[in-house]
Protein backbone atom coordinates (compact mmCIF):
# COMPACT_ATOMS: atom_id res chain seq x y z
CA UNK A 1 0.00 0.00 0.00
CA UNK A 2 1.81 3.34 -0.81
CA UNK A 3 1.88 6.66 1.35
CA UNK A 4 -1.05 7.69 -1.08
CA UNK A 5 -3.67 5.14 -0.65
CA UNK A 6 -6.43 4.89 1.59
CA UNK A 7 -7.47 1.57 2.47
CA UNK A 8 -11.20 2.00 2.45
CA UNK A 9 -12.96 -1.71 1.44
CA UNK A 10 -16.39 -2.36 0.33
CA UNK A 11 -18.91 -4.24 2.43
CA UNK A 12 -18.55 -7.48 0.59
CA UNK A 13 -14.98 -7.91 1.21
CA UNK A 14 -15.47 -8.07 4.82
CA UNK A 15 -18.10 -10.81 4.89
CA UNK A 16 -17.43 -13.32 7.84
CA UNK A 17 -14.06 -11.86 9.35
CA UNK A 18 -13.43 -11.23 12.92
CA UNK A 19 -12.39 -7.62 14.11
CA UNK A 20 -11.64 -6.48 18.01
CA UNK A 21 -13.81 -3.87 17.59
CA UNK A 22 -16.27 -1.84 15.00
CA UNK A 23 -16.67 2.00 15.44
CA UNK A 24 -19.95 3.06 13.87
CA UNK A 25 -19.76 6.16 12.19
CA UNK A 26 -16.78 7.77 10.44
CA UNK A 27 -16.75 11.84 11.49
CA UNK A 28 -14.48 13.21 13.56
CA UNK A 29 -14.93 11.22 16.93
CA UNK A 30 -14.85 7.68 15.39
CA UNK A 31 -12.30 8.26 13.33
CA UNK A 32 -10.35 9.50 16.07
CA UNK A 33 -10.61 5.95 18.27
CA UNK A 34 -9.78 4.36 15.25
CA UNK A 35 -6.75 6.07 14.38
CA UNK A 36 -5.70 5.71 18.15
CA UNK A 37 -6.72 1.86 18.72
CA UNK A 38 -4.92 1.08 15.26
CA UNK A 39 -1.86 2.99 16.38
CA UNK A 40 -2.16 0.18 19.92
CA UNK A 41 -2.15 -2.37 17.16
CA UNK A 42 -5.90 -3.23 17.45
CA UNK A 43 -7.52 -4.52 14.45
CA UNK A 44 -10.47 -2.07 13.79
CA UNK A 45 -13.01 -1.79 11.05
CA UNK A 46 -14.57 1.85 10.72
CA UNK A 47 -18.37 2.14 8.96
CA UNK A 48 -20.68 4.77 8.18
CA UNK A 49 -24.13 4.58 6.12
CA UNK A 50 -22.97 7.56 4.70
CA UNK A 51 -19.60 8.79 3.26
CA UNK A 52 -16.54 9.55 5.38
CA UNK A 53 -17.06 12.30 7.25
CA UNK A 54 -20.70 13.47 5.52
CA UNK A 55 -22.33 14.43 8.61
CA UNK A 56 -21.84 17.13 11.21
CA UNK A 57 -17.53 16.47 11.05
CA UNK A 58 -18.35 18.38 7.52
CA UNK A 59 -19.87 21.27 8.53
CA UNK A 60 -18.24 22.92 11.35
CA UNK A 61 -17.47 26.79 11.50
CA UNK A 62 -13.93 25.47 10.57
CA UNK A 63 -12.93 26.77 13.80
CA UNK A 64 -10.04 25.10 15.76
CA UNK A 65 -10.81 26.88 19.01
CA UNK A 66 -10.77 26.59 22.73
CA UNK A 67 -14.17 27.85 23.17
CA UNK A 68 -13.87 31.74 24.74
CA UNK A 69 -17.85 32.02 25.67
CA UNK A 70 -18.04 28.39 27.30
CA UNK A 71 -16.15 30.49 30.18
CA UNK A 72 -18.88 31.60 31.07
CA UNK A 73 -20.88 28.61 32.31
CA UNK A 74 -17.94 27.56 34.51
CA UNK A 75 -16.79 25.47 31.70
CA UNK A 76 -13.15 25.74 32.86
CA UNK A 77 -11.84 21.95 31.78
CA UNK A 78 -13.40 21.94 28.51
CA UNK A 79 -11.64 25.37 28.07
CA UNK A 80 -8.11 23.93 28.82
CA UNK A 81 -8.70 20.62 27.01
CA UNK A 82 -9.84 22.38 24.04
CA UNK A 83 -7.06 25.16 24.08
CA UNK A 84 -4.35 22.63 24.77
CA UNK A 85 -5.70 20.62 21.64
CA UNK A 86 -6.06 23.22 19.53
CA UNK A 87 -2.23 23.94 20.20
CA UNK A 88 -1.84 20.45 19.54
CA UNK A 89 -3.05 20.48 15.98
CA UNK A 90 -1.29 23.49 15.33
CA UNK A 91 1.66 21.26 15.59
CA UNK A 92 0.65 18.08 14.65
CA UNK A 93 -1.41 19.07 11.09
CA UNK A 94 -0.02 22.64 10.16
CA UNK A 95 -0.65 21.84 6.73
CA UNK A 96 -4.43 22.24 7.40
CA UNK A 97 -4.57 24.04 10.57
CA UNK A 98 -3.55 27.39 11.21
CA UNK A 99 -3.49 30.43 13.22
CA UNK A 100 -6.41 32.67 12.85
CA UNK A 101 -5.99 36.28 14.50
CA UNK A 102 -9.29 37.13 16.14
CA UNK A 103 -10.57 40.59 16.59
CA UNK A 104 -13.68 41.06 19.30
CA UNK A 105 -15.50 44.58 18.58
CA UNK A 106 -16.50 46.17 22.28
CA UNK A 107 -19.24 49.50 22.44
CA UNK A 108 -19.49 49.18 26.05
CA UNK A 109 -17.06 49.18 29.28
CA UNK A 110 -19.11 47.67 32.13
CA UNK A 111 -21.77 45.73 29.70
CA UNK A 112 -21.93 42.16 30.58
CA UNK A 113 -20.80 41.85 33.91
CA UNK A 114 -23.69 41.07 35.37
CA UNK A 115 -24.99 38.52 32.69
CA UNK A 116 -21.97 36.76 32.79
CA UNK A 117 -22.32 36.56 36.72
CA UNK A 118 -25.65 35.22 36.52
CA UNK A 119 -24.58 32.70 33.65
CA UNK A 120 -21.73 31.70 35.82
CA UNK A 121 -24.41 30.48 38.78
CA UNK A 122 -26.49 28.80 36.50
CA UNK A 123 -29.27 31.47 36.21
CA UNK A 124 -30.62 32.54 32.66
CA UNK A 125 -30.00 36.65 32.68
CA UNK A 126 -31.43 39.58 30.08
CA UNK A 127 -29.54 38.95 27.49
CA UNK A 128 -26.51 42.24 27.10
CA UNK A 129 -23.58 42.45 25.20
CA UNK A 130 -20.76 42.33 27.04
CA UNK A 131 -18.20 45.34 27.25
CA UNK A 132 -14.25 45.64 27.60
CA UNK A 133 -14.21 44.66 31.53
CA UNK A 134 -16.00 41.68 30.93
CA UNK A 135 -14.18 40.44 27.90
CA UNK A 136 -10.48 41.29 29.27
CA UNK A 137 -11.28 39.11 31.99
CA UNK A 138 -12.17 36.11 29.31
CA UNK A 139 -9.47 36.20 28.03
CA UNK A 140 -7.08 36.47 30.60
CA UNK A 141 -8.66 33.11 31.95
CA UNK A 142 -8.29 32.05 28.22
CA UNK A 143 -4.64 33.32 28.15
CA UNK A 144 -4.07 31.47 31.15
CA UNK A 145 -6.07 28.16 30.45
CA UNK A 146 -4.09 27.68 27.06
CA UNK A 147 -0.74 28.75 28.31
CA UNK A 148 0.51 24.97 28.41
CA UNK A 149 2.57 24.25 24.65
CA UNK A 150 1.66 28.06 23.60
CA UNK A 151 1.98 28.07 20.38
CA UNK A 152 0.56 31.81 19.83
CA UNK A 153 0.86 35.21 21.54
CA UNK A 154 -1.69 36.44 24.50
CA UNK A 155 -4.80 39.15 23.96
CA UNK A 156 -4.13 42.73 23.96
CA UNK A 157 -7.18 45.40 24.04
CA UNK A 158 -6.69 48.79 22.43
CA UNK A 159 -8.44 51.57 21.02
CA UNK A 160 -9.86 51.23 17.45
CA UNK A 161 -7.59 51.51 15.20
CA UNK A 162 -7.47 54.46 12.38
CA UNK A 163 -7.56 52.09 9.80
CA UNK A 164 -10.74 50.08 11.54
CA UNK A 165 -13.39 53.12 12.44
CA UNK A 166 -15.21 52.77 8.87
CA UNK A 167 -15.81 48.73 9.29
CA UNK A 168 -17.34 48.56 12.38
CA UNK A 169 -20.86 50.24 13.70
CA UNK A 170 -19.74 53.80 14.94
CA UNK A 171 -20.39 52.38 18.61
CA UNK A 172 -17.40 50.49 18.56
CA UNK A 173 -15.10 52.14 20.89
CA UNK A 174 -12.62 49.17 21.38
CA UNK A 175 -11.52 46.10 20.05
CA UNK A 176 -9.55 43.04 21.84
CA UNK A 177 -7.48 40.85 20.28
CA UNK A 178 -6.77 37.16 20.60
CA UNK A 179 -5.59 34.19 18.81
CA UNK A 180 -7.23 31.04 17.84
CA UNK A 181 -6.84 28.47 14.73
CA UNK A 182 -8.92 27.68 11.50
CA UNK A 183 -8.84 24.10 9.42
CA UNK A 184 -9.21 24.80 5.58
CA UNK A 185 -10.54 21.10 4.88
CA UNK A 186 -11.18 18.93 7.81
CA UNK A 187 -12.99 16.40 5.69
CA UNK A 188 -9.18 15.27 4.42
CA UNK A 189 -7.86 15.07 7.76
CA UNK A 190 -10.31 12.65 8.43
CA UNK A 191 -9.27 10.80 5.29
CA UNK A 192 -5.69 11.39 6.50
CA UNK A 193 -6.16 10.02 10.12
CA UNK A 194 -8.06 6.55 8.37
CA UNK A 195 -4.77 6.03 6.06
CA UNK A 196 -2.40 6.65 9.02
CA UNK A 197 -4.67 4.39 10.68
CA UNK A 198 -4.31 1.58 8.29
CA UNK A 199 -0.76 2.09 7.96
CA UNK A 200 -0.08 0.93 11.39
CA UNK A 201 -2.80 -1.52 11.82
CA UNK A 202 -2.76 -3.35 8.11
CA UNK A 203 -5.47 -5.57 9.63
CA UNK A 204 -7.75 -2.49 10.11
CA UNK A 205 -10.56 -1.51 7.10
CA UNK A 206 -12.65 1.30 6.19
CA UNK A 207 -16.02 1.22 4.33
CA UNK A 208 -18.53 3.53 3.66
CA UNK A 209 -21.90 3.84 2.64
CA UNK A 210 -21.88 0.51 4.90
CA UNK A 211 -25.09 0.49 7.12
CA UNK A 212 -25.06 -1.54 10.67
CA UNK A 213 -28.46 -3.04 10.72
CA UNK A 214 -28.46 -5.02 13.72
CA UNK A 215 -26.29 -7.01 16.72
CA UNK A 216 -26.65 -10.64 18.18
CA UNK A 217 -24.32 -11.98 19.91
CA UNK A 218 -20.75 -11.39 18.60
CA UNK A 219 -22.25 -10.86 15.49
CA UNK A 220 -22.59 -7.44 13.40
CA UNK A 221 -24.87 -7.20 10.03
CA UNK A 222 -23.73 -4.68 7.83
CA UNK A 223 -25.36 -3.71 4.81
CA UNK A 224 -23.84 -2.48 1.78
CA UNK A 225 -25.89 1.09 1.07
CA UNK A 226 -25.06 0.84 -2.94
CA UNK A 227 -26.07 -3.15 -3.42
CA UNK A 228 -28.05 -3.84 -0.69
CA UNK A 229 -26.62 -6.64 0.01
CA UNK A 230 -25.83 -7.91 3.62
CA UNK A 231 -22.92 -9.17 5.32
CA UNK A 232 -21.95 -10.31 8.92
CA UNK A 233 -19.03 -9.45 10.97
CA UNK A 234 -17.96 -10.61 14.27
CA UNK A 235 -16.40 -8.18 17.08
CA UNK A 236 -15.08 -8.16 20.27
CA UNK A 237 -16.63 -4.69 21.23
CA UNK A 238 -17.99 -2.24 19.53
CA UNK A 239 -17.71 1.62 19.50
CA UNK A 240 -21.07 3.97 18.86
CA UNK A 241 -19.39 6.56 17.62
CA UNK A 242 -22.89 8.61 15.19
CA UNK A 243 -22.98 12.03 17.15
CA UNK A 244 -26.23 13.10 16.36
CA UNK A 245 -27.37 9.58 15.30
CA UNK A 246 -26.21 8.03 18.40
CA UNK A 247 -29.79 6.72 20.32
CA UNK A 248 -30.81 5.88 17.00
CA UNK A 249 -27.61 3.74 16.65
CA UNK A 250 -27.67 2.56 19.83
CA UNK A 251 -31.21 1.43 19.75
CA UNK A 252 -30.42 -0.65 16.35
CA UNK A 253 -27.02 -1.97 18.90
CA UNK A 254 -29.32 -2.84 21.63
CA UNK A 255 -27.53 -0.19 23.89
CA UNK A 256 -29.48 2.49 26.40
CA UNK A 257 -30.70 5.77 25.92
CA UNK A 258 -31.59 8.53 25.58
CA UNK A 259 -28.25 10.26 25.41
CA UNK A 260 -28.17 12.81 22.72
CA UNK A 261 -30.00 15.87 21.68
CA UNK A 262 -28.91 18.50 18.53
CA UNK A 263 -28.82 21.77 17.07
CA UNK A 264 -28.18 22.42 13.91
CA UNK A 265 -25.44 25.41 12.94
CA UNK A 266 -25.84 26.87 9.48
CA UNK A 267 -23.30 28.74 7.92
CA UNK A 268 -22.71 30.88 4.95
CA UNK A 269 -19.72 31.35 2.32
CA UNK A 270 -20.17 34.89 0.39
CA UNK A 271 -18.37 36.01 -1.92
CA UNK A 272 -17.55 39.48 -1.28
CA UNK A 273 -13.99 40.68 -1.97
CA UNK A 274 -14.69 44.35 0.18
CA UNK A 275 -15.47 42.67 3.13
CA UNK A 276 -12.64 40.12 3.14
CA UNK A 277 -9.92 42.54 2.30
CA UNK A 278 -10.96 44.68 5.28
CA UNK A 279 -11.41 41.42 7.92
CA UNK A 280 -7.24 41.59 6.61
CA UNK A 281 -6.62 38.07 7.79
CA UNK A 282 -8.69 38.39 10.50
CA UNK A 283 -11.93 36.73 12.48
CA UNK A 284 -15.03 39.19 13.61
CA UNK A 285 -16.36 37.20 16.85
CA UNK A 286 -19.12 39.66 18.22
CA UNK A 287 -22.77 39.64 19.93
CA UNK A 288 -25.90 39.62 17.51
CA UNK A 289 -28.47 41.59 19.28
CA UNK A 290 -30.25 38.80 19.98
CA UNK A 291 -26.90 37.81 22.18
CA UNK A 292 -26.26 34.28 19.70
CA UNK A 293 -22.24 34.69 18.99
CA UNK A 294 -21.48 34.96 16.05
CA UNK A 295 -17.94 34.62 13.60
CA UNK A 296 -16.78 36.09 10.20
CA UNK A 297 -13.92 35.37 8.85
CA UNK A 298 -11.77 35.20 5.47
CA UNK A 299 -12.00 31.72 4.04
CA UNK A 300 -9.69 30.99 1.60
CA UNK A 301 -10.85 33.86 -1.34
CA UNK A 302 -14.10 34.25 0.27
CA UNK A 303 -15.93 34.56 3.64
CA UNK A 304 -17.50 32.27 6.21
CA UNK A 305 -20.08 33.48 7.95
CA UNK A 306 -21.36 31.16 10.88
CA UNK A 307 -23.45 30.29 12.98
CA UNK A 308 -27.49 29.48 13.95
CA UNK A 309 -27.65 27.41 17.01
CA UNK A 310 -31.10 25.94 16.40
CA UNK A 311 -32.78 22.71 18.31
CA UNK A 312 -33.75 20.03 15.77
CA UNK A 313 -35.03 16.70 16.34
CA UNK A 314 -34.12 14.88 13.05
CA UNK A 315 -30.78 15.21 11.99
CA UNK A 316 -31.27 13.29 8.63
CA UNK A 317 -33.91 16.29 7.10
CA UNK A 318 -31.84 19.31 7.90
CA UNK A 319 -31.11 22.34 5.39
CA UNK A 320 -30.17 25.65 5.34
CA UNK A 321 -33.65 27.82 5.47
CA UNK A 322 -34.06 31.21 4.20
CA UNK A 323 -34.73 32.74 7.84
CA UNK A 324 -31.85 31.61 7.97
CA UNK A 325 -29.52 33.00 5.44
CA UNK A 326 -31.88 36.24 6.14
CA UNK A 327 -30.32 36.44 10.13
CA UNK A 328 -26.84 36.07 9.56
CA UNK A 329 -27.29 38.46 6.44
CA UNK A 330 -28.75 41.21 8.87
CA UNK A 331 -26.34 40.26 11.80
CA UNK A 332 -23.80 41.49 8.86
CA UNK A 333 -25.49 44.63 8.14
CA UNK A 334 -25.81 45.07 12.01
CA UNK A 335 -21.73 45.17 12.73
CA UNK A 336 -20.77 46.01 9.57
CA UNK A 337 -22.88 48.77 8.82
CA UNK A 338 -20.74 50.60 5.72
CA UNK A 339 -21.31 47.49 3.67
CA UNK A 340 -23.82 46.22 1.65
CA UNK A 341 -25.31 42.58 1.72
CA UNK A 342 -27.05 40.41 -0.18
CA UNK A 343 -28.65 36.75 -1.13
CA UNK A 344 -26.54 37.67 -4.23
CA UNK A 345 -23.38 37.45 -2.37
CA UNK A 346 -24.17 33.71 -1.16
CA UNK A 347 -22.22 31.11 -3.28
CA UNK A 348 -22.77 28.59 -0.81
CA UNK A 349 -24.29 27.05 2.66
CA UNK A 350 -23.97 24.50 4.92
CA UNK A 351 -25.37 22.96 7.88
CA UNK A 352 -24.50 20.29 10.44
CA UNK A 353 -25.91 19.54 13.28
CA UNK A 354 -24.05 19.54 16.78
CA UNK A 355 -24.22 16.36 18.81
CA UNK A 356 -24.95 17.96 22.45
CA UNK A 357 -25.44 15.86 25.77
CA UNK A 358 -29.14 15.94 26.02
CA UNK A 359 -30.18 18.88 28.52
CA UNK A 360 -32.95 20.99 29.96
CA UNK A 361 -31.18 24.32 29.29
CA UNK A 362 -33.19 27.16 28.14
CA UNK A 363 -31.23 27.85 25.32
CA UNK A 364 -29.34 26.00 22.66
CA UNK A 365 -26.68 28.08 23.50
CA UNK A 366 -26.48 27.46 27.37
CA UNK A 367 -25.67 23.43 26.57
CA UNK A 368 -22.44 22.46 27.72
CA UNK A 369 -20.36 21.02 24.83
CA UNK A 370 -18.02 18.92 26.71
CA UNK A 371 -18.08 15.38 25.92
CA UNK A 372 -18.15 11.86 28.20
CA UNK A 373 -17.82 7.94 27.56
CA UNK A 374 -20.46 5.66 28.78
CA UNK A 375 -20.54 1.56 28.39
CA UNK A 376 -23.53 -0.55 28.00
CA UNK A 377 -22.63 -4.14 29.26
CA UNK A 378 -23.50 -6.91 27.27
CA UNK A 379 -27.15 -7.83 27.55
CA UNK A 380 -29.92 -10.79 27.17
CA UNK A 381 -29.01 -10.21 23.17
CA UNK A 382 -25.32 -8.89 23.13
CA UNK A 383 -22.34 -10.65 23.95
CA UNK A 384 -20.32 -8.22 23.49
CA UNK A 385 -20.17 -4.37 25.44
CA UNK A 386 -20.75 -0.79 23.18
CA UNK A 387 -18.70 2.07 23.97
CA UNK A 388 -20.68 5.44 23.20
CA UNK A 389 -19.38 9.02 22.62
CA UNK A 390 -21.70 11.47 23.68
CA UNK A 391 -21.23 15.20 22.46
CA UNK A 392 -17.82 16.74 21.77
CA UNK A 393 -16.67 18.95 19.57
CA UNK A 394 -14.27 18.88 16.71
CA UNK A 395 -11.27 20.77 18.43
CA UNK A 396 -11.11 17.94 20.83
CA UNK A 397 -11.72 15.05 18.95
CA UNK A 398 -8.37 13.61 20.19
CA UNK A 399 -8.88 13.73 23.44
CA UNK A 400 -12.34 12.35 23.34
CA UNK A 401 -10.81 9.69 21.20
CA UNK A 402 -8.08 8.89 23.91
CA UNK A 403 -10.73 8.44 26.37
CA UNK A 404 -12.96 6.04 24.01
CA UNK A 405 -9.02 4.11 23.32
CA UNK A 406 -8.92 3.32 27.26
CA UNK A 407 -12.56 1.99 27.70
CA UNK A 408 -12.01 0.15 24.70
CA UNK A 409 -8.62 -1.17 25.73
CA UNK A 410 -9.80 -1.93 28.77
CA UNK A 411 -12.49 -4.03 27.59
CA UNK A 412 -10.25 -6.13 25.35
CA UNK A 413 -7.63 -6.53 28.43
CA UNK A 414 -5.17 -4.72 26.53
CA UNK A 415 -2.50 -1.73 27.58
CA UNK A 416 -1.76 1.48 25.90
CA UNK A 417 1.40 1.21 24.28
CA UNK A 418 1.90 4.76 22.07
CA UNK A 419 0.60 7.97 22.67
CA UNK A 420 -1.23 10.23 19.78
CA UNK A 421 -1.14 13.39 21.42
CA UNK A 422 2.45 14.49 19.36
CA UNK A 423 2.00 12.32 16.71
CA UNK A 424 1.70 13.97 13.05
CA UNK A 425 -0.91 13.70 11.00
CA UNK A 426 -0.86 12.66 7.44
CA UNK A 427 0.82 15.39 5.45
CA UNK A 428 1.97 17.22 8.52
CA UNK A 429 4.27 15.20 9.12
CA UNK A 430 7.98 16.31 7.88
CA UNK A 431 6.36 19.49 6.69
CA UNK A 432 8.74 22.45 6.29
CA UNK A 433 8.87 24.41 9.54
CA UNK A 434 9.61 27.75 7.75
CA UNK A 435 9.70 29.82 4.24
CA UNK A 436 13.56 28.94 3.41
CA UNK A 437 12.69 25.06 4.26
CA UNK A 438 9.40 25.61 2.33
CA UNK A 439 11.25 27.04 -0.88
CA UNK A 440 13.56 24.21 -0.84
CA UNK A 441 10.91 21.75 -0.39
CA UNK A 442 8.93 23.26 -3.53
CA UNK A 443 12.02 23.63 -5.42
CA UNK A 444 12.35 19.30 -5.05
CA UNK A 445 8.59 19.16 -5.98
CA UNK A 446 9.50 21.20 -9.07
CA UNK A 447 12.66 19.41 -10.09
CA UNK A 448 11.05 15.91 -9.42
CA UNK A 449 7.88 16.70 -11.19
CA UNK A 450 8.41 19.11 -13.84
CA UNK A 451 5.96 21.16 -12.27
CA UNK A 452 5.83 25.28 -12.36
CA UNK A 453 6.13 26.77 -8.59
CA UNK A 454 2.69 28.45 -8.55
CA UNK A 455 1.08 24.46 -9.06
CA UNK A 456 3.83 22.78 -6.51
CA UNK A 457 2.76 25.64 -3.93
CA UNK A 458 -1.11 24.81 -4.76
CA UNK A 459 -0.07 21.08 -3.86
CA UNK A 460 1.88 22.23 -0.61
CA UNK A 461 -0.82 23.97 1.39
CA UNK A 462 -3.32 21.16 0.15
CA UNK A 463 -1.43 17.96 0.76
CA UNK A 464 1.58 19.22 3.42
CA UNK A 465 4.65 16.98 2.49
CA UNK A 466 2.52 14.20 1.28
CA UNK A 467 2.77 17.03 -2.16
CA UNK A 468 6.09 15.19 -3.36
CA UNK A 469 5.19 11.99 -4.52
CA UNK A 470 1.85 13.04 -5.38
CA UNK A 471 3.33 16.04 -7.82
CA UNK A 472 5.68 13.09 -9.45
CA UNK A 473 2.35 10.93 -9.97
CA UNK A 474 0.15 13.48 -11.33
CA UNK A 475 3.28 14.98 -12.96
CA UNK A 476 3.40 11.56 -14.74
CA UNK A 477 -0.24 11.17 -15.85
CA UNK A 478 -0.33 14.87 -17.56
CA UNK A 479 -1.25 16.95 -14.51
CA UNK A 480 -3.63 19.30 -17.23
CA UNK A 481 -5.91 21.72 -15.22
CA UNK A 482 -9.31 21.90 -16.09
CA UNK A 483 -10.96 23.81 -18.39
CA UNK A 484 -13.26 24.99 -16.20
CA UNK A 485 -12.13 24.46 -12.31
CA UNK A 486 -8.50 25.07 -13.72
CA UNK A 487 -7.62 24.74 -9.84
CA UNK A 488 -7.69 21.07 -10.09
CA UNK A 489 -6.16 18.68 -13.14
CA UNK A 490 -7.90 15.84 -14.20
CA UNK A 491 -5.13 13.79 -12.75
CA UNK A 492 -5.91 15.30 -9.27
CA UNK A 493 -9.03 14.43 -9.73
CA UNK A 494 -8.94 10.57 -10.94
CA UNK A 495 -6.66 10.56 -8.45
CA UNK A 496 -9.11 10.76 -5.62
CA UNK A 497 -11.71 9.15 -7.57
CA UNK A 498 -9.48 5.72 -7.23
CA UNK A 499 -7.85 6.14 -3.56
CA UNK A 500 -10.14 7.69 -1.62
CA UNK A 501 -13.25 5.81 -1.66
CA UNK A 502 -15.32 7.93 -3.37
CA UNK A 503 -18.48 6.31 -4.43
CA UNK A 504 -20.78 9.46 -5.65
CA UNK A 505 -20.14 11.98 -7.53
CA UNK A 506 -20.72 14.62 -4.52
CA UNK A 507 -18.02 12.53 -2.53
CA UNK A 508 -15.68 14.34 -4.80
CA UNK A 509 -17.15 17.62 -5.33
CA UNK A 510 -18.09 18.61 -2.10
CA UNK A 511 -15.33 16.44 0.16
CA UNK A 512 -12.54 15.83 -1.81
CA UNK A 513 -11.86 18.61 -3.06
CA UNK A 514 -12.58 22.79 -1.93
CA UNK A 515 -14.59 23.13 -5.06
CA UNK A 516 -17.97 23.59 -3.77
CA UNK A 517 -17.50 25.71 -0.64
CA UNK A 518 -15.58 27.77 -2.39
CA UNK A 519 -18.33 28.64 -4.88
CA UNK A 520 -16.14 27.18 -8.29
CA UNK A 521 -19.23 24.84 -8.98
CA UNK A 522 -21.10 25.79 -12.43
CA UNK A 523 -22.95 23.67 -14.79
CA UNK A 524 -19.79 24.11 -16.88
CA UNK A 525 -17.36 22.58 -14.34
CA UNK A 526 -19.63 20.27 -12.73
CA UNK A 527 -20.20 18.24 -16.21
CA UNK A 528 -16.26 18.45 -16.74
CA UNK A 529 -15.45 17.14 -13.06
CA UNK A 530 -18.71 14.16 -13.91
CA UNK A 531 -16.53 13.23 -16.69
CA UNK A 532 -13.31 13.12 -15.10
CA UNK A 533 -14.89 10.55 -12.34
CA UNK A 534 -16.66 8.47 -15.02
CA UNK A 535 -13.66 7.64 -16.76
CA UNK A 536 -11.64 6.88 -13.45
CA UNK A 537 -14.30 4.65 -11.63
CA UNK A 538 -15.84 2.92 -15.04
CA UNK A 539 -19.52 4.82 -14.58
CA UNK A 540 -21.94 4.05 -18.00
CA UNK A 541 -23.40 6.80 -19.69
CA UNK A 542 -26.46 6.21 -17.49
CA UNK A 543 -24.68 5.51 -13.92
CA UNK A 544 -22.58 8.83 -14.64
CA UNK A 545 -26.05 10.98 -15.86
CA UNK A 546 -27.99 9.82 -12.83
CA UNK A 547 -24.39 10.59 -10.48
CA UNK A 548 -24.61 14.33 -12.56
CA UNK A 549 -28.06 14.80 -11.46
CA UNK A 550 -27.92 14.11 -8.08
CA UNK A 551 -25.03 16.07 -6.99
CA UNK A 552 -26.19 18.88 -8.78
CA UNK A 553 -29.47 18.47 -6.74
CA UNK A 554 -27.73 18.39 -3.91
CA UNK A 555 -25.53 21.42 -4.27
CA UNK A 556 -29.18 23.12 -5.46
CA UNK A 557 -31.20 22.40 -2.86
CA UNK A 558 -28.63 21.46 0.28
CA UNK A 559 -26.32 24.39 -0.80
CA UNK A 560 -28.00 27.16 -2.47
CA UNK A 561 -25.16 26.67 -5.26
CA UNK A 562 -26.95 28.47 -8.91
CA UNK A 563 -27.10 25.84 -11.12
CA UNK A 564 -29.49 24.91 -13.79
CA UNK A 565 -32.11 22.13 -12.71
CA UNK A 566 -31.32 18.82 -14.34
CA UNK A 567 -34.05 15.81 -13.55
CA UNK A 568 -32.98 12.75 -13.79
CA UNK A 569 -33.33 10.85 -17.46
CA UNK A 570 -33.34 14.23 -19.34
CA UNK A 571 -30.74 16.18 -21.16
CA UNK A 572 -28.51 18.17 -19.45
CA UNK A 573 -29.65 21.97 -19.98
CA UNK A 574 -25.63 22.18 -20.28
CA UNK A 575 -23.33 20.98 -22.93
CA UNK A 576 -22.06 17.45 -22.47
CA UNK A 577 -19.15 17.86 -25.10
CA UNK A 578 -17.75 19.64 -21.71
CA UNK A 579 -16.90 16.42 -20.67
CA UNK A 580 -13.42 15.73 -19.74
CA UNK A 581 -14.21 12.04 -21.04
CA UNK A 582 -16.98 11.06 -23.86
CA UNK A 583 -18.61 8.74 -21.93
CA UNK A 584 -22.02 11.43 -21.15
CA UNK A 585 -21.73 11.96 -24.48
CA UNK A 586 -23.07 8.49 -25.59
CA UNK A 587 -25.81 8.79 -23.48
Known amino acids: MSAWQLPFVRPASLAGRHFSTVIVGAGINGV ?33 HGGLRYLENGSFSLVAEATRERNLLLRNAPHLVRPLKTVVPLASFFGGLMSSALKFFGRT ?55 DAWISHPEWLILELIADACRDQPRSAAANYCRVMGCAGNILTLRDEITGALVRVTADSVVNATGAWLDRSAAVLGGAGPRVMGTKGSHLVLDHPALRDA ?34 EDPDQIVTEPAEVDYLIDVLREVFPNMAFGRGDVVYTYVG ?102 RALTLLGRYGSKALPLAQRLAASGDVPLQHAPDYSAAELSYLCLETGVVHLDDLVI ?8 GLVTDAALAEIAGVAAEALGWDAIHAHNELCACATALRERHNVRLHPVAAGEAPSFDASLMASSVLGQA
Open 353 to 454: VRPLARSEADKPGQISRDHSVVVDPPNATRDIAIVGLVGGKWTTFRSLAEEATDEVLQLLGRSRTASTELLPIGGGAELPADAPAADRFVEKMTAASGMDRT
Open 32 to 64: GVFRDLSLQRVDCLIVDKGDFGAGASSAPSRMI
Open 511 to 518: RRTLLAIR
Open 279 to 312: LDGRMAYFEAVDGRVCIVYPFLDRVLVGSTDIPV
Open 125 to 179: PPQRTRGLLAVALGLRLYDLLGRRQRVMPGHRISRVPLADRGLFRAAIRWTATFF
